[in-house]
């Protein structure tokens, strides 16, 4: 069920906050040195290291008050510092004691380079071998030897022992996925695994969202994410396991699995690896999720493994025709309430002052009338005035302000039984400033070049980010994150390989879903940003001598052309404006209020014809 919607909006500080940071800290560090220990690493991650945690896994906003989804914090007998990257540089040294933590932006100084100069001859850091990678694990060892110290797995997280109140693992029910949403049986997506290879007698799946779409079955044990957290086997040949926890099972699921797979206990795992080992099995490992934990326990065991790519990560990526055609449902879905929470904001703008919490709360609000609504797709970012100009801003109650003149972005999506929305508008208040308007025009101009553009098979996502930043290049200005992520089918709203950005090498195949939202970011005046989901489709071109592929917009909703100046636009981008608001209008209308009705014919009115 959908978290209650007041309990999104608490103040950081109820969930870990700066006053409690010293506290915590100083009872850390008395508790490593009972063990030996002159420091410690904490990652935000779980065993599964899960973009989105459990709330008993949020070990990193225990310890330092930060609540964003990436970083990594150190913690020495005398000096502790946070590392995050560009999108949280602002909201960690708010979070945070800066007494207590240098906040330190990861692309600036590294983790490794501030050891390097921090780590003395001796010294043992400790770590937790559940919540990191066999890659992080190995360089870190290394760069404690050339220092002279010692990187040291621990038994139990001395975190969790320190953690009076920390909440119960997540217990969630498990539900089955049907065939006429998923598209193909788990026991077809099997065979085309092994028939795909995996360069091993059998591969250990670490990844459970992987385990999730592979089995066909949704859970609810994060927030926001339909995910049972669980862990599976493929071998080469005979039934595979899954290791879950029987309590999330009901009889009539534990049926369904049983029948193509054993079920087992996570308690169960390293007793199991050790099997394969001593079988002579060699497993592979994802080395993009799995554990070391894992890992060293097979190779303990005397086990040969591999470390690659989970297959099950591209497999997922490229959705079939009964997915994508789900996916376009709960778009269409969506598109009402966003549609009924935007004119809802323009009506109520001149009859009573709105904060950033209550436009929130009322966009969720319309997207729970579905009946098919599970949950939203992460929390939303309801930004105004200068908290915009921080690309993933989290509204809470301490920072909640009014929505004043100038621009209001909103980035929001939702999980649907039959997909998952994710879509960002931006939203002129009153009369926007010169300057609003051309960089606003120049993120439309980015958007509709991405939205347009074709491309050969074969084209990563690198090659086409720059189609999102030409128009603000042209002024010397550009935006500091990727222009799109993949996106999944009741899933997680960021998923690989996917992606639209600087540096992703991944071919973009047909089925694949991506965002599109450049933006752009005026520190502490504004922020603009304008997203639709795309599919990856194949585009036929007279004369082609290539095969090429294109996207096809699946987001529906009026885009704000308040704040653009017409003058920047060309005759193809203004055809590409009026047809995509003529769609959302005729996709749209049938079924809304007559008020609402009224408004989008009026939203999505042609222009500049």
């Not at 004369?543 to 090429?548: D, F, H, K, L, N």
Request: hydrophobic content about 45%.
């Amino acid at each position: 069920m959908p978290t209650p919607i007041a309990s999104k909006y608490q103040s950081f500080a109820d969930l870990g906050g700066p006053a409690k940071v010293g506290e915590r800290i100083a009872a850390l560090r008395a508790r490593l040195a009972t063990q030996g220990l002159s420091g410690f690493v904490i990652p935000r991650a779980d065993r599964h290291q899960n973009e989105y945690l459990p709330p008993d896994q949020e070990r990193l906003l225990w310890a330092t008050g930060f609540s964003g989804s990436a970083g990594l914090a150190i913690v020495l007998k005398d000096k502790a510092a946070l590392f995050v990257d560009g999108r949280y540089t602002v909201q960690a040294a708010a979070q945070t004691d800066r007494g207590v933590f240098d906040c330190c932006p990861a692309g600036e100084k590294a983790a490794q380079d501030w050891l390097k100069e921090n780590l003395r001859q001796g010294d043992r850091l400790g770590f937790d071998p559940w919540n990191h990678t066999y890659d992080f694990v190995q360089s870190l060892t290394e760069l404690c030897a050339s220092a002279g110290a010692e990187f040291v797995a621990v038994a139990t997280n001395p975190i969790d022992d320190l953690w009076t109140d920390r909440p119960g693992p997540p217990d969630g029910p498990v539900s089955a996925r049907p065939l006429r949403l998923s598209g193909e049986t788990a026991e077809a997506k099997i065979a085309r695994l092994r028939a795909e290879g995996f360069g091993a007698d059998g591969l250990f799946i670490s990844d459970a969202h992987n385990v999730a779409w592979l089995f066909n079955i949704r859970g609810s044990d994060i927030a926001h994410i339909p995910l049972p957290l669980a862990f599976a086997y493929v071998p080469r040949e005979g039934k595979p396991a899954l290791f879950v926890a029987a309590t999330k099972l009901s009889a009539a699921v534990r049926e369904r699995i049983a029948a193509i797979a054993e079920v087992r206990e996570p308690s169960e795992i390293e007793a199991f690896l050790t099997e394969q080992a001593k079988a002579q099995h060699k497993v592979a490992f994802d080395k993009a999720t799995a554990a070391y934990k894992l890992i060293d326990a097979f190779r303990e065991a005397g086990g040969k493994f591999a470390l690659a790519a989970d297959p099950i990560t591209l497999m997922k990526a490229c959705k079939n025709d009964v997915e994508i055609e789900s996916s376009r449902r709960a778009h269409l879905i969506d598109g009402k309430a966003v549609v009924q929470f935007l004119e809802w904001f323009d009506r109520e703008g001149a009859n009573a002052p709105r904060t950033e919490i209550d436009a929130a709360v009322q966009l969720e609000a319309f997207r729970a009338q579905a009946p098919t609504f599970r949950d939203i797709s992460f929390p939303t970012i309801s930004a105004a005035g200068p908290h915009a100009a921080l690309p993933h801003y989290r509204v809470g109650e301490a920072s909640d302000i009014p929505i004043a003149p100038g621009l209001f972005l909103i980035d929001s999506g939702a999980q649907y039984e039959e997909g998952t929305t994710d879509i960002t508008r931006t939203i002129a208040v009153g009369e926007p400033s010169s300057d609003m308007i051309d960089r606003y025009t120049r993120v439309l101009k980015g958007h509709i070049a991405v939205a347009t553009c074709l491309f050969p098979e074969g084209t990563s996502g690198a090659q086409i980010d720059a189609f999102a930043r030409r128009a603000l290049w042209d002024v010397g200005a550009d935006f500091d994150h990727g222009t799109g992520h993949g996106v999944g089918v009741y899933l997680s709203v960021h998923e690989g390989p996917q992606r639209i950005a600087k540096t992703a090498a991944v071919a973009l195949r047909p089925g694949m879903i991506v965002s599109n939202e450049p933006g752009y970011y005026a520190p502490e005046r504004f922020g603009i940003r304008i997203e639709n989901l795309l599919v990856v489709v194949r585009k036929s071109i007279a004369g082609a001598e290539r095969e090429m592929l294109g996207f096809e917009t699946i987001s529906l909703a009026p885009i704000d052309l308040r704040p653009v100046d017409r003058g920047l636009l060309t005759e193809a981008e203004i055809a590409w404006i009026n047809a995509y608001h003529a769609w959302v209008r005729d996709a749209l209308g049938p079924g809304l209020e007559e008020s609402t009705r009224d408004w989008l014919e009026k939203a999505t009115a042609p222009r500049w014809v």
